[in-house]
């Protein structure tokens, strides 16, 4: 029981000790109110193609042109980036480099 | 039996006949009608899925991630009307697709985007500001009792593969180039404020975080800590950042 105590200050001390820590990190720096103070939350604003016209479940505006193919594609090997992701399958390790649409900052 | 689940059934079972007793205005065949309707029905879902899981359509390929998405519509229509939340069950649909056994990743970069999607229409939750936190550890016995909720968006992935570097990588984040995708990573997804973040843990801080979103006390989440590689003040550094915390609920009554 007493050993049980022991471990519950140890652990008790160990808590206090790294949430002062993590504290002080935060502290310092812009405090957290004064960077909520330059943002707003924007209602209505929703991810990319969440809330357009796609959204609406069961409107037609998406697709009325588009004849979907039937499920036989998957036949063949997928053909997307992941020629281009690191395998330790391939010979060359990967295939050519980035194609993405890079906004490195 | 009802008209509307005849409806329902023949709309997306093209085997089907069309349902009975339909007309149009100007003669034309009902079938050939019906038909567009039953495309629209299949393309907006098969859209929807593009919409939700864009890193793993670019992963496979549009006509590939299409055909796939297609066979999932047919498997599992919609049981909800919240078009946002279709094909939550779509990252386990490709796990065990064998076409996309290629790609053993993409079943994990499809579950972290959907775990996005979660994380962004989570409900909004005032989480507790640092000194509110520094009250709550002015009793520290009370500490291991303690009890810590996190902000409704809080989520975690556990990846055998590199899930986030995948995902980042095609957000222009970090260079495809330098991704091993064999790498286990656990994703800590969170929307505290506007923007959903994705942000890599170590494996023992998932451990950690799990424990506590699974109502784990302080004490014991740290107990069963692996102490080895296991960096508290880190984690909770994190924790305290983020704005993660929504309130630390101490449980007087088991203290001794």
Known sequence: MSSFTMTQKTTAAALALAFGAALSVTAAPVSAADKMADMEKCFGVALKGKNDCKAGAGTTCAGTSKIDHQGNAWSMVPAGTCTKTASKTSPTGFGQLVEFKKKKA | ?256
Not at chain 2, 43 to 64: C, K, M, N, R, T
Not at chain 2, 205 to 219: E, N
């Open chain 2, 1 to 256: 039996m009802s008209t509307q689940h005849e409806f329902f059934d023949a709309l997306l079972d093209p085997a089907r006949p069309i349902p009975a007793g339909l007309t149009t205005w100007n003669g034309s065949d009902p079938a050939v009608r019906f038909a567009v309707y039953r495309n629209n029905v299949i393309v907006s879902l098969i859209d929807a899925l593009a919409d939700s899981y864009p890193v793993a359509q670019e992963l496979v390929g549009e006509e590939f991630f299409r055909a796939m998405a297609r066979l999932y519509v047919d498997a599992e229509p919609p049981r909800s009307r919240v078009l946002a939340f279709y094909g939550t069950s779509f990252p386990d649909f490709i796990e065990h697709f064998p076409p996309a056994a290629s790609v053993p990743y993409l079943s994990d970069v499809a579950r972290l985007e959907m775990l996005r999607v979660r994380a962004y229409h989570a409900a909004e939750c005032a989480t507790l500001p640092a000194d509110a936190i520094a009250q709550s550890l002015a009793d520290v016995d009370q500490l291991p009792t303690s009890v810590i909720r996190f902000h409704p968006s809080v989520r975690l992935l556990r990846s055998q593969y590199a899930a986030a570097s995948l995902w980042a990588a095609h957000q222009g984040i970090e260079d495809i180039a330098t991704v091993d995708p064999e790498v286990a990573e656990n994703v800590l997804v969170m929307r505290p404020h506007v923007d959903v973040e994705v942000i890599r843990v170590s494996a023992s801080t998932a451990d950690f975080i799990a424990r506590l979103l699974d109502g784990a006390t302080l004490g014991t989440a740290v107990e069963q800590a692996n102490l080895a590689d296991f960096d508290l003040r880190n984690t909770l550094s994190l924790l305290v950042q983020k704005q993660l915390i929504s309130s630390i609920t101490t449980s007087r009554g088991k203290q001794p």
